[in-house]
């Protein structure tokens, strides 16, 4: 049976996007601040989803209580308190991984349940850095050493930057080390998350 | 009694998406950004190069490292000034079929 691809993180859509989208395989597509919870269009589901930036526990609790326990709701980190929140909470459905996140200690593996998701956006902007980049990939394979479920999204805000299922899967494999595509992180991961939320 | 020698596994991969005049100027930019990554040790191991068939570059490398090299070809944001995205297009063990049903 074929692989059912989802990209999980689009920050806008415009009808090329979604007939790139399309071309390239993908059956839904998670587009941050679109209006209505669903839509169809040239055979892909767009989905709408929530990406906010908390940097305390309030700033979670607030976000996942506003949008409702069935929304996508991803949580970007900006301190530790909010991670530790972000990463426990059912209602959370992704914990997105930056730059200036806090470290994945003993601690943060002890309690971590959610799934991480990186976008290749967000991995091109901490590239720029050194230390971002160290940041960012440390957190991803201490993560995946620890069982947790990755998901790997194109970040694209342009029909240029959607990129192809195999290479996001791909992406995967190598952030956790790994020799071949992995392409659960962009098909059986999110579909799960899609599958919890009655959106699949 | 002679060692046997084995010959590495190569994997060739096709990328789309390239704005700029010349493929040197692409594999100069992809080296650049896998060699901040991986080092001068890593660009070796991977045995990463351009193969030039018609007008799609194609990059070769260790089957090992296909996917460093596919991360390296994501983090490629500018080729000569220009705003570019690599997409990779077919990944492949022979240029035969690399080429077949493009």
Redesign the interface.
Known sequence: MAKIYVDFYVRKIDEEMVSRLAMFGYSSACVEGMRGRMHSFSGVRLLEKVVVEASSRGDVLEAVRVSGAKALVSVVPATREALMTACRDERVATVMVHGGIAEFDRHVAEIFRNPIEVS?SE??NC?QNEKTWRNVTSFIRKAHLNGRQIIVSSGASSA??V??P??LA??A???TD?????YETVSVHPLQILRERSLA | MRKKVFKSRKRYIMVNGIKANSSHEVESAVKEVFGRLFGLEGLSLSGLRTVHLGKLPVFSCNHDWTPKVILALSLVRQIEGKKTVLKTVKISGTIKSLLKNR
């Open positions: 290749v991995l091109v590239f240029e930057e990129l192809p195999h290479q791909h992406v494999a190598a952030l790994g020799k071949a595509g992995y």
